[in-house]
């Protein structure tokens, strides 16, 4: 396990930052009253939301590894929460190599100590901001071989990304600079399933000074136009499975995809 920052910072706890409010949400302890005031105001269905979140993530990290990737860039990592994304494609392939990023000075910390990687392969941590695409892409160079099929995790991040910020940009760019065969792993909030509670977490989240953008069913496809979907396709969270059996379907405000770039 090596780390990295660019731009070292102290932790600032006036603010609520996404990650450790979504610590909260799972039950984690990793956060401050300023985090855990936004997640109060939430409504229950954005603590079922974190969970649905994290369960994909582990479906399709596994997925990936039986299919045989062992090279993973995981940008929006959040404070790490056992099993970690390494732990779970580890186990299939003992050598595999995940790079991690986010931007909570909070969680290089927890990164220094907790994302330990097994034996045979690698985990590395940059403290980066997924609007600097390029830098996160720099620094994965030094770890991923950019000449093997790469996956791409993005879960839960760019709904954090506003349209005034460039998010089709920034995946575009991410996306442009992976070999081809690689694969996006993203999961996003909705707009258009349940629009109410969406106006509502997203009110709560701007008191709090953390922008959403929340995006229906066709904008979030417009992130993987051109690129090859895994079956089920575009879906909810709890619907998208692949080698496990079906999960238990649930109501579901987040879309998820797993799609292969040709």
């Known amino acids: 396990m090596t780390a990295d920052s660019s731009s070292p910072r102290q932790i600032d706890t006036s603010k609520p930052h996404p990650a450790r409010v979504y610590d909260w949400l799972l039950g984690g302890k990793d956060n401050y009253p300023v985090d855990e005031a936004v997640g109060e105001k939430l409504p229950a ?19 990936l590894a039986t299919e045989g990737l062992d090279q993973f860039l995981d940008i ?3 404070i790490p929460t056992e099993p ?5 494609v580890q186990r299939v392939r003992p050598g595999a190599k995940v790079v991690y990023t986010d931007n909570d000075p909070i969680v290089l910390r927890h990164a220094e100590a ?6 045979d392969g690698a985990t590395d941590y940059i403290e980066a901001d997924v609007r600097r695409p390029g830098e996160i892409l720099d620094h994965a160079r030094t770890v991923l071989d950019f000449d093997r099929p790469i996956a791409l995790s993005l879960i839960a991040l760019m709904h954090f990304i506003s349209d ?3 998010p089709y940009g920034i995946v575009g760019d991410l996306l442009g600079a992976m070999p081809s065969g690689s694969w996006l792993v993203m999961s996003h909030a909705s707009s258009d399933i349940f629009p109410e509670l969406s106006a509502q977490v997203t009110a709560e989240y701007a008191k709090g000074g953390i922008r959403l953008g929340f995006r229906n069913r066709a904008e979030v496809a417009r992130f993987v136009e051109g690129l090859d ?4 396709g575009l879906v ?5 499975f692949r080698g496990t059996p079906a999960p238990e ?9 797993v799609a292969r770039i040709p």
């Open 45 to 63: 269905e954005a603590r079922d939301a974190a969970r649905q979140n994290r369960a994909f993530m582990h479906r399709a990290a596994a997925w």
């Open 76 to 78: 929006g990592t959040g």
């Open 84 to 88: 970690n994304l390494h732990q779970i």
């Open 114 to 119: 907790l994302l330990i990687s097994h034996p």
């Open 164 to 166: 005034e910020q460039d």
């Open 229 to 232: 979907l895994a079956e089920p």
């Open 236 to 240: 909810t969270a709890p619907e998208w």
């Open 249 to 257: 379907q649930e109501p579901s405000g987040i879309y998820a995809v």
